[in-house]
């Protein structure tokens, strides 16, 4: 059966050639399918706002991640642990249970909410829980030391305890992060505290 809210959902598709048909939408799934029979799309995005026919405003949204991977050049090599930082926060600590990873191609991740209780979160809640999973704030900018303080908070505790569980396999036997002298100097000019360096 079509979800009621079907019918509120925008598609665009794109077509042979870069074709680009956007504010698509259907009644329900059997008009949706005859379409894509009809226009044969290679590629169809959905957006996340659920809109009112009527007004042509969101009244309801998945909570969306973007994850751009160009923000994580500079440490390339373990770029899996965001995502899975993000997703067991959402889980765990927000209740989340609906949670859509998308890789989008190029270098964009996509992380969908789809509990009811997301698509109804007013942008401050939104904004609230973009900021607690926020440690860093000026992304592939960041070649600066990250200063933390203990005790850590519980959502950076969390995310310290992913890091080191998987790091010493995957970082550094896997992905050799420490395989040349320019990785070895940027690793160093990231950590915190001099005195480490030298023992």
């Given at each position: ?44 995005d ?13 009244i ?38 609906h ?5 989008s191609?190029?270098?964009?991740v ?41 005790p ?9 305890e ?8 995957y ?5 050799d ?23």
């Amino acid at each position: 059966a079509t979800c009621p809210q079907f019918a509120q959902r925008e598609f665009s598709f794109t077509l042979e050639n870069d074709v680009y048909r956007r504010y698509l939408s259907f009644s329900n799934h059997i008009e949706f399918e005859k379409e894509l029979i009809k226009m044969c799309p290679e590629k169809i995005d959905k957006d996340h706002k659920i809109l009112s026919a009527a007004q042509f405003y969101p009244i309801k949204h998945e909570l969306v991640f973007d994850i751009d991977m160009t923000d994580y050049d500079h440490v390339r090599f373990c770029c899996r642990f965001p995502m899975e930082i993000i997703d067991r926060v959402l889980h765990q600590y927000f209740g989340f249970e609906h949670r859509l990873w998308i890789y989008s191609g190029r270098r964009r991740v996509h992380c969908w909410v789809c509990d009811q209780t997301a698509r109804e979160l007013q942008s401050s809640i939104r904004q609230v829980i973009v900021e607690h999973l926020t440690a860093i704030t000026n992304g592939k900018d960041s070649t600066k030391r990250v200063t933390l303080y203990s005790p850590l908070h519980p959502s950076l505790q969390r995310a310290r305890e992913i890091v080191l569980s998987e790091f010493g396999g995957y970082a550094c036997l896997e992905q050799d992060f420490l395989i040349d002298d320019q990785r070895i100097e940027r690793f160093i000019r990231l950590v915190p505290d001099d005195n480490i360096l030298f023992e």
